[in-house]
T-cell receptor, first 115, second 114 residues
Framework: AQTVTQSQPEMSVQEAETVTLSCTYD???????LFWYKQPPSRQMILVIRQEAYKQQNATENRFSVNFQKAAKSFSLKISDSQLGDAAMYFCAYRSAEDTDKLIFGTGTRLQVFP | DTGVSQNPRHKITKRGQNVTFRCDPI?????LYWYRQTLGQGPEFLTY????????KSRLLSDRFSAERPKGSFSTLEIQRTEQGDSAMYLC????????????FGPGTRLTVL
């Protein structure tokens, strides 16, 4: 069975600085997708960024980028130029491309952004 | 397009009562998912539908839980004989049929069992 581990329960960053959130996963599959979702307080979860496992190039979405290390089964999220609105819970998630359609989530990292 | 909606947003019930939640997905999304999120944890998969067919059920979905999507549009999740351990946020998500596509989440229904 696949698992997703986020070892940082909480992180904090100063506004305009850069922060990296860690995620590792375990799978025996070769084809899959990885996602970072953001869950602001009392608001719904939204997708931040996604990565296809077969792509070597790391995904980038504006201030958000990932460092995908397939051999190490690592998928970290870098947030550059942090903004107050980035404060939220961040969940790393895995999705098989081979059978099931469900998302498997980590336990999340709470990000605080200080002015 | 108003996104995924869920009703009610909050539900307080007494142990042993039955509760039903509704999810309205984004129109034309043929896949619909239910997850459960307890405090301090990430969402855990419960079940998903493609149109009206229930394709997968988690072992978390005990006999007291049932989900339906009768016409392939909205879905309901019913919990019978609620227990205190059922207290959680129940999230619904929808997506078009494509394994690459993201799942769009609703705001959730927070259940409190007294």
């Amino acid at each position: 069975a696949q698992t997703v581990t986020q070892s940082q329960p909480e992180m904090s960053v100063q506004e305009a600085e850069t922060v990296t959130l860690s995620c590792t996963y375990d799978t025996s599959e070769s084809d899959y997708y990885l996602f970072w979702y953001k869950q602001p307080p009392s608001r719904q979860m939204i997708l931040v960024i996604r990565q296809e496992a077969y792509k070597q190039q790391n995904a980038t979405e504006n201030r958000f980028s990932v460092n995908f290390q397939k051999a190490a089964k690592s998928f970290s999220l870098k947030i550059s130029d942090s903004q107050l609105g980035d404060a939220a819970m961040y969940f790393c998630a895995y999705r098989s491309a081979e059978d099931t359609d469900k998302l498997i989530f980590g336990t999340g990292t709470r990000l605080q952004v200080f002015p | 397009d108003t996104g995924v909606s869920q009703n009610p947003r909050h539900k307080i019930t007494k142990r042993g009562q039955n509760v039903t939640f509704r999810c309205d997905p984004i129109s034309e999304h043929n896949r619909l998912y239910w997850y459960r999120q307890t405090l301090g944890q990430g969402p855990e998969f419960l079940t998903y539908f493609q149109n009206e067919a229930q394709l997968e059920k988690s072992r978390l979905l005990s006999d007291r839980f049932s989900a339906e999507r009768p016409k392939g549009s909205f879905s309901t999740l019913e919990i019978q004989r609620t227990e205190q351990g059922d207290s959680a946020m129940y999230l619904c998500a929808s997506s078009p049929w494509d394994s690459y596509n993201e799942q769009f989440f609703g705001p959730g229904t927070r259940l409190t069992v007294l």
